[in-house]
């Protein structure tokens, strides 16, 4: 593992103990002072439109924030976008790609030394 693999993992893991952190808090939050917390989230559904569709209801999804599953695909996310970035020096983006057999792959995969 070379240096800048080795910076991608302490990356990954600062990014985990954030997403662990603000979950948690998260879930402290809503179980002391649900209805707060139920308002919050749906001011950020108003900003971002998810409200005003009336078939998703907010009792359906606001008990979904910070959930397990909120965790692992917010993780998921967050990993997604830092190795989307390209920086001077560093690692390509490990972008999914397409061999001209079909095969699906990632640039990554080309990797050699």
């Known amino acids: 593992m070379g240096p800048l693999r080795a910076g991608l993992w302490l990356k990954k893991l600062w990014i985990l103990l954030q997403v662990a ?4 808090m998260g ?5 002391l002072f649900p209805e707060r917390a139920k308002q ?6 108003q900003k971002t439109g998810m409200t005003r569709n009336p078939q998703f209801s ?3 999804w606001v ?7 909120y965790f692992w695909f917010v993780l ?8 989307d970035k390209a920086e ?4 390509a983006p490990n ?4 061999r001209l057999s079909g095969q699906k792959c990632n640039i990554w995969d080309f990797m050699q030394g």
Request: charged share 15%; hydrophobic share 45%; with cysteine.
């Open 88 to 91: 001077l020096g560093g690692l």
């Open 63 to 69: 008990p979904t924030f910070f959930s397990t599953q």
């Open 21 to 24: 952190v603000e979950v948690a």
């Open 95 to 98: 972008c999914p790609v397409i």
């Open 40 to 45: 919050n989230i749906l001011a950020m559904g």
């Open 27 to 31: 879930k402290v939050l809503m179980t």
């Open 76 to 83: 998921k996310v967050r990993w997604q976008r830092l190795e």
């Open 58 to 60: 907010p009792d359906n």
